[in-house]
């Protein structure tokens, strides 16, 4: 407990010479706490420089700085946990919080352990809190910030740990979608127990893919969904508003649906392109429903079969990995083409109004 260890510290450069002089103070942090016992009077560090998730090394206004401690003094936490909790924070703000950012405060505090407790791989970003003042003898500015990739070394092993409870997604639902310096990342709470976990974009990516012989569809990136949305045709039997793509329109857009824990959204790839979006929406894990949207970029990806496929791998993702029992839909009156197509993917006729005709698949079906 009394070995010493290095781990590392980014300050502004305007900070740097009193903390030469007078060392780092606990009582100078200035980070927000969210209530949080173990961040009171605290500071905050890295196993390397290379774990920095909040971007400090790319921003010329910040230095790292190496500092000698006793690995007593050091607590691991889980640093993704305090991140989703800010942003049930700031939603809580607009009435839109996701989950009790209260309570995401509580599992980070509890979850944290010792130094030497902490195995790699047990939290995807861990960081380093310290609450005791470091004195000015043991602080080394650092020219650059680079070392050893502890980070990537981490990451990959709690993603292998992790990455089948994708597989079993209906076990959990969505507390946070944050990101940090390395990408988007989503945290799921699971449903009977106080078991948190939180996925980056590339494992998403990388597990939520589904394979079919004409198209696949992968988690939809916000890349793809800009990528998509720019190539979009809209078909004028839909709606006939005149059509503009806007960067900041369609990035709030994004933000909105995708932080929507009821939506899933895949991006359609053939042949590695992206040619349309098919998402769920409505979901509804305890009455094991849903309902499903799909739209292709234009008339050139349309009629080949391209959609009907599409349709084909949600439905098996929705019955057979979230273990859903139904799923709804619906298409204007004259949509004749998706109607046939919701027809020959097993979807039977319920009913209609003035302006829909609705349709239903169940599971026993």
Known sequence: MNEEILIYHFTKRESLSSILSDGLLCSNSSFNTLGSTLRKNALYSWLSPTNDAMGYS????????EIRVRAGSCIVAN????????????????GRELYSFKKLVEYYDNSAVNYCDYKCGMFRTPEIIISEDIPPQQIQVLSSSSGKNIFSENRDIYNLKTENTLFNLASFFMVAMHDDSFGLLRTYKHRQNDTFITFDEELLKKVLLLHGEQVDLVFCTNALWHEIYQKYVPDEMMDTTPY??????FEKAYNAKTSDVTRQYFAIL???EAI????????????????????????????????????????????????????FADTVHQN?????????????????DETFKYYRLDKSH
């Open 58 to 65: 790319e921003n010329g206004e910040y230095v790292c700085l």
């Open 270 to 272: 053939h042949r590695s």
């Open 79 to 94: 640093m993704d946990m305090i991140s989703a909790a800010f942003y049930n924070y700031m939603m809580e703000k607009e």
């Open 336 to 352: 004749t083409r998706s109607q046939h197509v919701l027809k020959k993917c097993g979807f039977r006729f319920t009913h209609e």
């Open 276 to 327: 349309g979006l098919i998402y769920l929406k409505y979901l509804n894990f305890d009455k094991q429903i849903t309902e499903f949207g799909v739209a292709l970029n234009d008339d050139s990806v349309k009629g080949r079969g391209f959609g009907t496929e599409a349709i084909k791998l949600l439905i098996d993702y929705a019955f057979d990995t979230l273990a859903l029992e139904t799923i």
């Open 244 to 249: 503009q793509y806007d960067y900041d329109n």
